[in-house]
């Protein structure tokens, strides 16, 4: 084998190992980047889940024991009152 050849292969080779560096430098990079983000977004998905539920329920519940008379008594009387003893 020639000088030329087997510097051929030896720079092939030496590009293809910085290629592969490369691709396992995004692939860690991404890793690095995408992995504290993960717990962070279904921690925030479950809270979400959590209050849309709750406030169902809050909803639910609210209508179920919701009075239809009002517990503010009324005055049964019309117009103004002269007299104030009327009201006592």
């Not at 592969?20 to 890793?31: C, Q, S, W, Y």
Request: without cysteine.
């Amino acid at each position: 084998m020639s000088a030329r050849g087997n510097m051929a292969g030896e720079t092939k080779t030496q590009g293809e190992a910085r290629a592969f560096m490369g691709n396992l430098i995004a692939v860690l990079g991404l890793l690095f980047i995408g992995y504290p983000l993960a717990p962070a977004t279904i921690r925030t998905t479950l809270v979400a889940w959590t209050l849309i539920v709750v406030t169902l329920a809050h909803f639910i519940v609210g209508r179920l024991f919701q009075t239809t008379r009002s517990a503010v008594p009324l005055r049964t009387g019309h117009g103004r009152a002269t007299n104030r003893a009327t009201f006592r």
